[in-house]
């Protein structure tokens, strides 16, 4: 059964520097991995996807690694904001088996402090 | 597309009583899910469907819980009774297959 498992769990930093979110799985046999953002109160917002042929994706501050084989992902977010403050969940889907349910992590709480 | 639309955003009721949540998906995605979220317990995965057929329902916690999915942008989840312990935010998710997920906002259920 896959297992997917995010540090830290908190993170508070100041405003300006540049962070790293982890997250690990157990069962390297991905389809891809998705990460999210959730502000509180609000449903999850995909931020970016990685298939599991690509190695990391990017989008404006947001860069997100997949190295399959050690099964981790990291998500590095430049020059953080307050407006960066939120939950930060990764998502992996299995590569086989008929099951495309996606298996969440518990997310990393960031908060960035003026 | 609007996203994935659910309804209602709150819900406050009393024990015992059903309640309904419902959802409507992308248009042209053909995966569902259905999410509990709790404190306890993160993003718990209680149903999908694909194209409008249920595939695993394992994670429905109990009898009480239900869904339908009557046609490809229309899905319900019921709770019959309700009880305390139901109290979450329920998400609806939708893919087009094994693509990036999109989810609703969430209706946050409260059971006094």
């Known amino acids: 059964k896959q297992e997917v498992t995010q540090i830290p769990a908190a993170l508070s930093v100041p405003e300006g520097e540049n962070l790293v979110l982890n997250c690990s799985f157990t069962?390297?046999?991905?389809?891809?991995l998705q990460w999210f953002r959730q502000d509180p109160g609000k449903g999850l917002t995909s931020l970016l996807l990685?298939?599991?042929?690509?190695r990391e994706q990017t989008s404006g501050r947001l860069n997100a690694s997949l190295d399959k084989s050690s099964g981790r992902s990291t998500l590095y977010i430049a020059a953080s904001q307050p407006g960066d403050s939120a939950t930060y969940l990764c998502?992996?889907?299995?590569?086989?088996?008929?099951?495309?349910?996606?298996?969440f992590g518990r997310g990393t709480s960031l908060i960035v402090h003026p | 597309d609007a996203g994935v639309i659910q309804s209602p955003r709150h819900e406050v009721t009393e024990m015992g009583q059903e309640v309904t949540l419902r959802c409507k998906p992308i248009?042209?995605?053909?995966?569902l899910f259905w999410y509990r979220q709790t404190m306890m317990r993160g993003l718990e995965l209680l149903i999908y469907?694909?194209?409008?057929?249920?595939?695993?329902d394992s994670g429905m916690p109990e009898d009480r819980f239900s869904a339908k999915m009557p046609n490809a942008s229309f899905s319900t989840l019921k709770i019959q009774p309700s009880e305390p312990r139901d109290s979450a935010v329920y998400f609806c998710?939708?893919?087009?297959?094994?693509?990036?997920?999109?989810f609703g906002q969430g209706t946050r259920l409260t059971v006094v």
């Open positions: 998710a939708s893919s087009l297959s094994r693509s990036e997920a999109f």
């Open positions: 069962d390297s046999a991905i389809y891809n």
């Open positions: 990685i298939q599991s042929s690509q």
């Open positions: 998502a992996v889907r299995p590569a086989s088996g008929g099951s495309y349910i996606p298996t």
């Open positions: 248009s042209g995605h053909d995966y």
């Open positions: 469907f694909n194209n409008n057929v249920p595939i695993d």
